[in-house]
């Protein structure tokens, strides 16, 4: 099975901060690599599909990068409404598998 | 956009089965591969399982399976999950997620595998 890791596990950040979080496959999965944010009581939703593709809702100071083994979540600006757990996930072999999950305090 | 419904969760004894069902509306639901993912409480998101366009496909976590089986109504729009020999560990709020990539994700709901 391909393992996810995902860092910080935690992190606390101020409005306006900007916001790097690090997602690792342990073998090559290509583009097949997706973040989704969950808030507290609250199903997931899908933020961004292949490395870099936003979901329609999402804002722009949201973006994804990455290739291969290594992608990166970023928050350019940080916002009250981001508090969140995000997970990454990859979809190109099975099982897919999730990170463990990152969660944002403001 | 694809609204996702999730029902049939509740509590089972251990051993004991459940069906989950997922009806979809708002897209051609016959488009779109399939998910199940779960979410034990306090834990991270697992994948549970998936299923093809035409359902010819299907893929399931090593835990799961011989004991659940996804499948699909594309006529009826609706996505299924027959649970059986439940365990304690499998209780979660189940999740139908639509797309290869999870794109579109239901609200839930709690299956409790308790005596």
């Known amino acids: 099975d391909i393992q996810m890791t995902q860092s910080p596990s935690s992190l606390s950040a101020s409005v306006g901060d900007r916001v790097t979080i690090t997602c690792r496959a342990s073998q090559d999965i290509g583009l097949y690599l997706a973040w989704f944010q969950q808030k507290p009581g609250k199903a997931p939703r899908s933020l961004i599909s292949t490395v870099r593709n936003l979901q329609g809702w999402v804002p722009s100071r949201f973006s994804g990068s990455g290739s291969g083994t290594e992608f990166t979540l970023t928050i350019s600006s940080l916002q009250s409404e981001d508090y969140a757990t995000y997970y990454c996930q990859q979809y190109l072999n099975y099982p897919f598998t999730f990170g463990p999950g990152t969660k944002v305090d403001i | 956009e694809m609204q996702l419904v999730e029902s049939g969760g509740g509590l089972v004894q251990p051993g004991g089965s459940l069906r989950l069902s997922c009806e979809v509306s708002?897209?051609?639901?016959?488009?779109?591969?399939m998910n199940w993912v779960r979410q034990a409480p306090g834990k991270g998101l697992e994948w549970v399982a998936n299923i093809r366009q035409d359902g010819s496909e299907k893929s399931y976590l090593d835990s799961v399976k011989g004991r659940f089986t996804i499948s699909r109504d594309n006529a009826k729009n609706s996505l299924y999950l027959q649970m059986s020999s439940l365990r304690a560990e499998d209780t979660a709020v189940y999740y139908c997620?639509?797309?290869?990539?999870?794109?579109?994700w239901g609200p839930g709901t709690l299956v409790t595998v308790s005596p």
């Open positions: 708002g897209i051609i639901f016959s488009d779109y591969w």
């Open positions: 997620a639509g797309g290869l990539g999870a794109d579109y």
